[in-house]
């Protein structure tokens, strides 16, 4: 162990630089985020994660963050495990029925001022899973939504690039 | 006595039936099946409905042979498994929730995947308009003065998946803990009735994300055997390289998270870049980090250029160098051993019965690797090594996933070696002009992933069944918790890491 933090002391970050931002990102957050609730919450944001019948792939790029090639946290972002400790929801998945009223009742319990962040094809229209009886589509079709970051799932960089939008702008 | 194996060869052939015999089967030998799978003589590796008729999956331990016996339930009914066999409780109440068939004798009546949300009942097989608004469901009881319980879910505290554990716990020690699943239910199956194969195949990659590549491998596998083709060679070792490398990137992600799970989270901080260089390096060669859609029936969609394989040669230098240093790390820091040593026990005797796949088995004793048994190209032509361990415990399902990736390094070092020249897909899939049926099962990094798929005349998908490895290993995480500590979850639960997606469907 003493090795492994011994090195970490020598050797040079693996952190890549910080990407642009993306400006269809900045775009659609322009109304979302006013200069007062930004004043309130300052440059840092504790994000929630939720699962709404994601396949599992946005949720291993949302994961990868947080390794040190991109270190979402050098951004004042970060992930916490409660919505009630939440300023914005990060909603991923088709929002199955059976998931329905979890996302509903998640959403409620996280304070305002709040952003809604939909992750990926799924949360964007359904993606491959629209039209099914068991998932309800789109996630703005059951909680407003402020950003999507699109893909299948998006990359890290895309994940980052609409992230690092709602603390910068 | 009539055996196991005579058993799957009784009855009426279906000739269409590949590249295993499936046999329809009368009422009395589907009994005496289950009651010899239920005395171990072999495993049941599948049971599922396509609506009509129920089927099931065996392996014959004397011969092992694998064959498919169906059931017809003209009367919306057919004798439980479960009744003798418990492994096939969850799977007989997803039967009928989707296609409404009963399993007579069973003890267990709840829904499973049907939480009352869905607006329909029986959505496989006569769908009747229903409220949406939720069923009660009873969890089962815990009795005794000094009991409580801990409700957890759907939505956990960390960047994970959907579902409700309810703990009953005596002080810090669960006595009992009950999943209930299905918050994840898609519905996959029957958005795949009628579709094209181009529209299923990136179903099936999407039926858990982090086998999107073994899922991909099985449905195309399945369909090529329905339709009695062969890729060409080149793609055939193409689909093994990308198997390999989820694999690792898997087994990598697991092995930190299950330290970090136990707050050891230099592990966790290593194994994260490790597995990010495997993603880069997936990207690079076949232009997607999971490599979803790059396994299509017929071949591959991408070719390995030049410049794909110095970086997997980089990739594997560097971590060949790296993982004898997290073996070290792991293994002389006693305070996560502390942790992980006899934590989470499962006995050979569960993992037998459940044919439970994949690290968790093969961490008690059962030594099942689909790429063995039945075996499929190119794994046959590549010589390897399974994991084993006999503990049962988290830390051995550690040590597996590290016997594991040493494995993987070799075999992908060994395909690129043998790497055939040559196209990677053939042109056009051929039409059946007639019904045919195809299945594959396939070793995924969490187990034995199966795929049964019915072709109609035109090609299109008719059925299609996809049974993900967590439904043999999810009941055991219930058995393996009893006796632990509440706060010692989240590690037995890292260390199996199920799929809920993959279960749900």
Same mark, same amino acid.
């Given at each position: 162990?003493?090795?492994?933090?011994?090195?970490?002391?020598?050797?040079?970050?693996?952190?890549?630089?910080?990407?642009?931002?993306?400006?269809?990102?900045?775009?659609?957050?322009?109304?979302?985020?006013?200069?007062?609730?930004?004043?309130?919450?300052?440059?840092?944001?504790?994000?929630?994660?939720?699962?709404?019948?994601?396949?599992?792939?946005?949720?291993?790029?949302?994961?990868?963050?947080?390794?040190?090639?991109?270190?979402?946290?050098?951004?004042?972002?970060?992930?916490?495990?409660?919505?009630?400790?939440?300023?914005?929801?990060?909603?991923?998945?088709?929002?199955?029925?059976?998931?329905?009223?979890?996302?509903?009742?998640?959403?409620?319990?996280?304070?305002?001022?709040?952003?809604?962040?939909?992750?990926?094809?799924?949360?964007?229209?359904?993606?491959?899973?629209?039209?099914?009886?068991?998932?309800?589509?789109?996630?703005?079709?059951?909680?407003?939504?402020?950003?999507?970051?699109?893909?299948?799932?998006?990359?890290?960089?895309?994940?980052?690039?609409?992230?690092?939008?709602?603390?910068?702008? | 006595?009539?055996?196991?194996?005579?058993?799957?060869?009784?009855?009426?052939?279906?000739?269409?039936?590949?590249?295993?015999?499936?046999?329809?089967?009368?009422?009395?030998?589907?009994?005496?099946?289950?009651?010899?799978?239920?005395?171990?003589?072999?495993?049941?590796?599948?049971?599922?409905?396509?609506?009509?008729?129920?089927?099931?999956?065996?392996?014959?331990?004397?011969?092992?042979?694998?064959? &498919?016996?169906?059931?017809?339930?003209?009367?919306?009914?057919?004798?439980?498994?479960?009744?003798?066999?418990?492994?096939?409780?969850?799977?007989?109440?997803?039967?009928?929730?989707?296609?409404?068939?009963?399993?007579?004798?069973?003890?267990?009546?709840?829904?499973?995947?049907?939480?009352?949300?869905?607006?329909?009942?029986?959505?496989?097989?006569?769908?009747?308009?229903?409220?949406?608004?939720?069923?009660?469901?009873?969890?089962?009881?815990?009795?005794?003065?000094?009991?409580?319980?801990?409700?957890?879910?759907?939505?956990?505290?960390?960047?994970?998946?959907?579902?409700?554990?309810?703990?009953?716990?005596?002080?810090?020690?669960?006595?009992?803990?009950?999943?209930?699943?299905?918050?994840?239910?898609?519905?996959?199956?029957?958005?795949?009735?009628?579709?094209?194969?181009?529209?299923?195949?990136?179903?099936?990659?999407?039926?858990?994300?982090?086998?999107?590549?073994?899922?991909?491998?099985?449905?195309?596998?399945?369909?090529?055997?329905?339709?009695?083709?062969?890729?060409?060679?080149?793609?055939?070792?193409?689909?093994?390289?990308?198997?390999?490398?989820?694999?690792?990137?898997?087994?990598?992600?697991?092995?930190?998270?299950?330290?970090?799970?136990?707050?050891?989270?230099?592990?966790?901080?290593?194994?994260?870049?490790?597995?990010?260089?495997?993603?880069?390096?997936?990207?690079?060669?076949?232009?997607?980090?999971?490599?979803?859609?790059? &396994?299509?029936?017929?071949?591959?969609?991408?070719?390995?250029?030049?410049?794909?394989?110095?970086?997997?040669?980089?990739?594997?230098?560097?971590?060949?160098?790296?993982?004898?240093?997290?073996?070290?790390?792991?293994?002389?820091?006693?305070?996560?051993?502390?942790?992980?040593?006899?934590?989470?026990?499962?006995?050979?005797?569960?993992?037998?019965?459940?044919?439970?796949?994949?690290?968790?088995?093969?961490?008690?004793?059962?030594?099942?690797?689909?790429?063995?048994?039945?075996?499929?190209?190119?794994?046959?032509?590549?010589?390897?090594?399974?994991?084993?361990?006999?503990?049962?415990?988290?830390?051995?399902?550690?040590?597996?996933?590290?016997?594991?990736?040493?494995?993987?390094?070799?075999?992908?070092?060994?395909?690129?070696?043998?790497?055939?020249?040559?196209?990677?897909?053939?042109?056009?899939?051929?039409?059946?002009?007639?019904?045919?049926?195809?299945?594959?099962? &396939?070793?995924?990094?969490?187990?034995?992933?199966?795929?049964?798929?019915?072709?109609?005349?035109?090609?299109?998908?008719?059925?299609?069944?996809?049974?993900?490895?967590?439904?043999?290993?999810?009941?055991?995480?219930?058995?393996?918790?009893?006796?632990?500590?509440?706060?010692?979850?989240?590690?037995?639960?890292?260390?199996?890491?199920?799929?809920?997606?993959?279960?749900?469907?």
């Amino acid at each position: 162990m003493r090795k492994f933090l011994f090195q970490g002391l020598l050797r040079s970050p693996l952190t890549e630089p910080a990407p642009a931002l993306d400006e269809a990102a900045v775009a659609e957050l322009a109304g979302a985020l006013e200069k007062a609730s930004r004043r309130r919450l300052g440059r840092s944001l504790a994000i929630r994660e939720v699962d709404a019948g994601s396949c599992n792939g946005c949720e291993l790029e949302i994961h990868a963050l947080g390794n040190a090639f991109y270190d979402l946290e050098r951004f004042g972002l970060r992930f916490v495990a409660s919505p009630r400790h939440a300023d914005v929801l990060l909603v991923t998945g088709p929002v199955t029925k059976n998931m329905h009223e979890a996302l509903e009742r998640t959403y409620a319990a996280t304070p305002d001022p709040k952003w809604v962040v939909a992750v990926g094809d799924c949360a964007f229209d359904g993606g491959v899973f629209a039209g099914g009886y068991a998932c309800v589509g789109a996630v703005s079709e059951v909680i407003p939504v402020d950003l999507h970051i699109r893909g299948c799932p998006p990359e890290p960089i895309a994940l980052l690039k609409g992230l690092i939008t709602l603390v910068q702008n | 006595m009539i055996s196991l194996r005579e058993t799957m060869r009784g009855g009426r052939e279906i000739e269409q039936s590949r590249p295993w015999p499936r046999h329809v089967i009368d009422h009395t030998s589907w009994l005496r099946a289950i009651r010899e799978i239920s005395k171990g003589q072999g495993d049941m590796l599948g049971l599922w409905s396509d609506g009509a008729d129920v089927h099931m999956l065996l392996l014959d331990h004397g011969s092992s042979d694998i064959g &498919i016996i169906s059931l017809e339930c003209p009367n919306g009914s057919f004798p439980s498994v479960a009744h003798m066999h418990p492994p096939a409780l969850r799977l007989e109440r997803a039967i009928r929730d989707i296609y409404g068939l009963e399993a007579d004798g069973s003890s267990d009546v709840r829904p499973w995947l049907d939480h009352g949300r869905w607006g329909v009942r029986h959505p496989g097989a006569k769908p009747e308009p229903s409220e949406a608004s939720g069923d009660a469901y009873a969890f089962l009881a815990a009795e005794g003065a000094p009991l409580h319980q801990i409700p957890v879910g759907p939505v956990h505290a960390g960047i994970i998946e959907p579902g409700h554990f309810r703990f009953s716990a005596n002080g810090e020690v669960v006595v009992r803990l009950e999943e209930r699943l299905g918050y994840v239910h898609k519905g996959i199956e029957q958005l795949m009735v009628d579709a094209p194969i181009d529209r299923a195949a990136r179903l099936a990659g999407r039926v858990s994300g982090d086998s999107t590549v073994a899922y991909a491998l099985a449905f195309a596998n399945a369909v090529e055997a329905a339709l009695e083709i062969k890729v060409p060679r080149r793609a055939v070792y193409l689909r093994a390289l990308m198997a390999e490398l989820e694999r690792l990137a898997n087994h990598i992600g697991d092995i930190g998270a299950i330290c970090n799970d136990a707050s050891f989270s230099l592990m966790q901080a290593h194994a994260s870049i490790l597995r990010e260089r495997v993603l880069r390096a997936s990207r690079l060669c076949f232009g997607h980090r999971l490599m979803m859609d790059r &396994i299509v029936p017929g071949g591959v969609v991408d070719d390995l250029t030049m410049e794909g394989v110095v970086a997997l040669h980089a990739l594997l230098s560097g971590a060949k160098k790296i993982i004898p240093r997290f073996i070290d790390l792991y293994g002389d820091t006693t305070s996560i051993q502390d942790r992980t040593v006899g934590a989470g026990f499962l006995g050979p005797e569960l993992v037998k019965q459940y044919a439970c796949g994949g690290v968790i088995g093969r961490a008690s004793g059962r030594g099942f690797d689909a790429r063995r048994t039945p075996g499929y190209a190119p794994y046959p032509e590549l010589s390897f090594k399974v994991g084993s361990a006999h503990a049962g415990d988290v830390d051995a399902r550690v040590w597996v996933r590290f016997d594991e990736i040493k494995a993987s390094f070799g075999l992908i070092e060994r395909i690129l070696d043998k790497m055939p020249e040559g196209p990677i897909r053939i042109e056009s899939l051929p039409e059946p002009s007639e019904s045919r049926e195809g299945a594959a099962l &396939i070793e995924g990094f969490r187990g034995d992933i199966f795929v049964w798929v019915r072709l109609d005349a035109s090609g299109a998908v008719q059925r299609c069944h996809l049974r993900d490895p967590s439904w043999f290993q999810w009941p055991l995480l219930e058995a393996v918790i009893e006796g632990n500590i509440v706060a010692d979850f989240p590690l037995c639960n890292k260390s199996f890491n199920c799929s809920y997606s993959g279960h749900d469907l």
